[in-house]
């Protein structure tokens, strides 16, 4: 079974200051996907990363593909109120059955205080 | 708004009836995903479907639980005989194809299950 370990599992920070989220995992991953997820909602798409050592830039996020395509970090430059939520890995792996599935880890949950 | 919609977004159920969760997937795209989120748990995959095919349900309970996606229509799952134990949130998701490398998946808002 894989398993994606996020941490840290919960972060309250000020408004202002820089943060970075990790996800760790002792698997190889075709993917990962970056979601964010709001109260009461489903998961929203941030980013998709697919090349070992990728980067890629969504306005102040920042989000990393280790090398091996075994962990990932997101990190967010001067955090807003906004950015509140819950932030959720998901590795995207071949199943038993042949097909891609995506494992998610548990989520790490953010709150900027202004 | 051509997202994945869900619907009902709230369904109430006692011990023993049935629930149908339904979900239309985005334009365009034909792969559907059921996933179960429990309360401080991650997202749980369930199964994976095509038109009128059931792909991968190795995430599925095996009593109780089924899926389908007819030629028309939305995705269901449906849940037999609901037990206290399936009150989570569940969420279905579709992406456009299977691709090797990507496998993007977008996600309804979810239905909330509580069985009383």
């Known amino acids: 079974t894989q398993l994606l370990e996020q941490s840290p599992q919960f972060l309250s920070i000020q408004e202002g200051e820089n943060l970075t989220v990790y996800c760790n995992s002792s698997?190889?991953?075709?993917?990962l996907q970056w979601y964010r997820q709001e109260p009461g909602e489903g998961p929203v798409l941030l980013v998709t990363?697919?090349?070992?050592?990728e980067v890629k830039k969504l306005k102040r996020l920042t989000f990393q593909f280790g090398d091996a395509r075994k962990d990932s970090s997101l990190h967010i430059t001067a955090a807003q109120p906004g950015d509140t939520g819950l932030y959720l890995c998901a590795g995207s792996s071949r199943s038993g059955a042949g097909s891609y599935q995506l494992t998610f880890g548990k989520g790490t949950k953010l709150s900027v205080i202004p | 708004n051509a997202g994945v919609m869900q619907n009902p977004r709230h369904l109430v159920r006692r011990r023993g009836q049935e629930a149908r969760l339904r979900c239309s997937p985005m334009?365009?795209?034909?792969?559907v995903y059921w996933y179960r989120q429990l309360p401080e748990e991650g997202l749980k995959f369930m199964v994976y479907?095509?038109?009128?095919?059931?792909?991968?349900e190795s995430g599925m309970p095996k009593e109780r639980f089924s899926a389908e996606f007819p030629k028309e229509g939305p995705s269901i799952l449906r849940i037999q005989q609901v037990v206290r134990g399936d009150s989570a949130a569940y969420f279905c998701a579709s992406s456009l194809g299977q691709d090797s490398s990507y496998n993007e998946q977008f996600f309804g808002p979810g239905t909330r299950l509580t069985v009383l």
């Open positions: 698997s190889v991953f075709s993917s």
């Open positions: 479907l095509q038109k009128e095919n059931i792909i991968d």
């Open positions: 990363v697919v090349t070992g050592g």
């Open positions: 334009k365009g795209h034909s792969h």
